[in-house]
């Protein structure tokens, strides 16, 4: 018998240990894609031709920002492991949330497994686009792929959406603050589909990276809320 406690206690015992490691990713993937936005809003963003300017005007300006570019887009992929780790301790966060269903821990871990590459994959292709900017390449193909990373944001915006709705609706349920993040994360679901409408309107763009600016403060807050408060085993 004790040994059969023993064995439950170890095993509890890693369960919270790797739960609460999973959560500390989620926070330092948060902090880091804050600290990404600071870049970009300082060294990149004033130096980006206008959304209307001429190709020729938008080529040189992406080959102007030269390594600044790149060193932001690796920023960007950067903390993409820790965000993997993270979604896999929200699927097990679920499934003690809701232990008569999979299905939304499910939906969290396949959202966030696509939102986790479709960002990213932005960020490497603007990487392509800066090469052929400093090879001297056509204008007209660098200006169009300037617009590969929105429209990737706006993509992988629709699985954050998901992701997000996925881990809040459990949470509306329970109490105190883990209540509020609950709420907060349905509205930044929703915000996250509003800008998904940059595919068809480059107006929707503030839209859209207001809600990225949002998830990850929402992301850092309900990590550091399940850390204070955790669930009991």
């Not at 001429?54 to 965000?83: D, Q, Y």
């Not at 994959?121 to 392509?128: E, P, Q, R, T």
């Not at 309107?201 to 998830?215: D, E, H, I, V």
């Amino acid at each position: 018998m004790s040994n059969r406690n023993t064995s439950g206690t170890l095993t509890t015992l890693m369960f919270s240990h790797w739960h609460r490691a999973s959560l500390m990713s989620g926070v330092a993937y948060a902090l880091a894609q804050l600290g990404a936005f600071v870049f970009f809003a300082i060294a990149i963003l004033p130096r980006f031709a206008p959304i209307d300017a001429a190709p020729l005007a938008r080529a040189a300006a992406i080959k102007n920002l030269g390594e600044t570019l790149r060193v932001g887009n690796f920023l960007i992929v950067l903390p993409v492991p820790l965000f993997l780790f993270f979604v896999g301790g929200a699927f097990s966060l679920l499934r003690r949330l809701l232990p008569q269903s999979d299905v939304l821990a499910a939906t969290a871990l396949a959202a966030g497994a696509a939102m986790a590459l479709m960002w990213p994959l932005g960020a490497v292709i603007s990487d392509l686009e800066l090469d052929l900017a400093q090879a001297g390449g056509d204008a007209m193909t660098v200006s169009v792929l300037d617009a590969i990373a929105p429209y990737s944001l706006a993509l992988s915006a629709f699985a954050r959406a998901v992701l997000v709705a996925a881990l809040s609706v459990p949470l509306v349920r329970l109490d105190g603050s883990r209540k509020w993040t609950g709420w907060s994360g349905l509205v930044v679901a929703v915000l996250s589909l509003l800008g998904t409408l940059t595919l068809v309107a480059g107006a929707a763009f503030p839209m859209l990276a207001l809600s990225t600016l949002l998830f990850d403060v929402w992301l850092l807050v309900l990590c550091l809320v399940f850390l204070r408060t955790p669930l009991p085993d």
